[in-house]
């Protein structure tokens, strides 16, 4: 079963706009949330990284959100630009792993002009 | 920059082949991935390992296996590849500890 549920599928935001990408996890055992871009023909890249006792992590114009009480978190990218237009993947790695990771279902992100 | 390659990035195969598809990584990392990615499914963890000889099953190992000799390469094989095996592979390699892994360009690879 997917343990990160991630939202929405696609979504299409105007330059200048703020996108929002949401996911959810259930499972208690992780200890870190990364966040994953991917440019078309690219392998996914470390975009942003928060853990779970920080509520807030801002780097540039992309910052992520934590609940912990609610197990759930989401990237927001301020002033979107259409060089932003990638896919992103939410992730959570496995706590005492060797750094295995669990991602979200991907979310297709497209600024327009 | 760490680098992670992979060896092909476009393989066409036919249904019941073998089919081996090799990572290299340059950055002396302990441990090793192998993805599967496909709409709608994000990205799928096949098998990981954590040193040479090493190998665990990830979420979705049937129909796969891996081989990892030497610490810098990690290896997935389809013994009898079919066609729901048809997808984008990903490898990819971090240090012990580290939440980032760093990935190959992927293989796409079909099976008819």
């Known amino acids: 079963q997917q343990q990160v549920k991630q939202s929405p599928q696609s979504l299409i935001v105007q330059k200048g706009g703020i996108s929002i990408i949401n996911c959810a996890y259930e499972?208690?055992?992780?200890?870190?949330f990364p966040w994953y871009q991917q440019f078309p023909g690219k392998g996914p890249a470390l975009l942003i990284a928060?853990?779970?006792?920080?509520s807030e992590k801002k780097e540039g114009r992309f910052t992520i959100s934590f609940n912990k009480s609610a197990k759930q978190f989401s990237l927001h990218i301020m002033d979107s630009q259409p060089g932003d237009s990638a896919t992103y993947f939410c992730a959570a790695r496995y706590t005492g792993t060797a750094s295995k990771l669990t991602f979200g279902t991907g979310t297709r992100l497209q600024v327009t002009l | 920059d760490v680098k992670v390659t992979q060896s092909s990035r476009y393989l066409v195969k036919r249904t019941g082949e073998k089919v081996f598809l090799e990572c290299v990584q340059d950055m002396d990392h302990e441990n090793m991935f192998w993805y599967r990615q496909d709409p709608g499914l994000g990205l799928r963890l096949i098998y990981f390992s954590y040193d040479v000889k090493m190998k665990e099953k990830g979420d979705i190992p049937e129909g796969y296996s891996v081989s990892r000799e030497k610490k810098e390469r990690f290896s997935l094989i389809l013994e009898s590849a079919s066609t729901n095996q048809t997808s984008m592979y990903l490898c990819?390699?971090?240090?012990?500890?580290?939440?980032?892994?760093?990935f190959g360009p992927g293989t796409r690879l079909t099976v008819t």
């Open positions: 990819a390699s971090t240090h012990g500890g580290s939440y980032e892994q760093y």
């Open positions: 499972n208690t055992a992780f200890d870190y």
């Open positions: 928060i853990r779970p006792d920080v």
